[in-house]
């Protein structure tokens, strides 16, 4: 079964810092992978999404993440955090079997030191 | 557009009662999807309805159900409430395959006491 692993359940870094929040995923073809990010109270906002092609993606915010397969990875980075950027973040990937179902990873709650 | 709609946001309700979450899709989306969101389990899928027909379901007991109407709003019932049912459940929604984007209401915070 098609799993997500996000080894960093906390994160801290300074405002400006950049940022590399971690994932790992067990899929047994290309996968369709997902960044989501919530803040206290609220649901999932996307930020962004790799079907195929480039594997280097562009989001909103500022993110991108890079699709590695030889490493089953897909890591979010952004070059310089804001303190808005506190929040948690998931990734996330369509499993198999037709329909839309999403398997999440634990999380990563992210702090931003001013 | 109006993104995705959830009532009621939060809710309290006592051990073995009855609940009934709605949830109103994207104008457009065809499919419905719910997750229960716990600090102890994390997100997990309760199940998705497209076209009114559940085409993928989680691995929950039986006292979750839910189901979908013609105009593509959904909703959830949970039955004989327990105490370790309170969580966060989300609704996301998106216009019909694997490859669509899913957009998240912003939850129904349920809480049993």
């Known amino acids: 079964a098609q799993s997500v692993t996000q080894p960093d359940i906390h994160i801290t870094v300074s405002e400006g810092a950049s940022l590399e929040l971690r994932c790992n995923y067990s899929y047994g073809a290309t996968p369709y992978l997902f960044w989501y990010v919530q803040s206290p109270g609220q649901g999932l906002q996307l930020l962004l999404k790799y079907f195929s092609g480039d594997t280097l993606v562009q989001g909103i915010k500022g993110f991108e993440a890079e699709f590695k397969r030889s490493q089953s990875s897909f890591n979010l980075r952004k070059p310089s955090v804001h303190w808005s950027d506190a929040a948690e973040y998931f990734c996330?990937?369509?499993?198999?079997?037709?329909?839309?179902?999403?398997?999440f990873g634990t999380g990563t709650q992210l702090k931003v030191e001013l | 557009k109006a993104g995705v709609t959830q009532t009621p946001r939060y809710l309290i309700k006592t051990r073995g009662q009855q609940v009934t979450l709605s949830c109103s899709p994207i104008?457009?989306?065809?499919?419905v999807s719910w997750y229960q969101q716990t600090p102890g389990q994390g997100l997990q899928f309760l199940f998705e309805y497209f076209s009114e027909t559940q085409r993928n379901k989680g691995n929950f007991p039986g006292r979750f159900s839910g189901r979908q109407f013609s105009n593509s709003r959904s909703e959830m019932n949970v039955s004989t409430l327990e105490l370790g049912d309170s969580a966060l459940y989300l609704c996301?929604?998106?216009?019909?395959?694997?490859?669509?984007?899913?957009?998240f209401g912003p939850g129904t915070r349920l809480t049993v006491l």
């Open positions: 104008s457009g989306h065809r499919s």
């Open positions: 996330a990937v369509v499993s198999t079997g037709g329909g839309n179902k999403l398997t």
């Open positions: 996301a929604s998106s216009e019909t395959g694997r490859t669509d984007t899913q957009y």
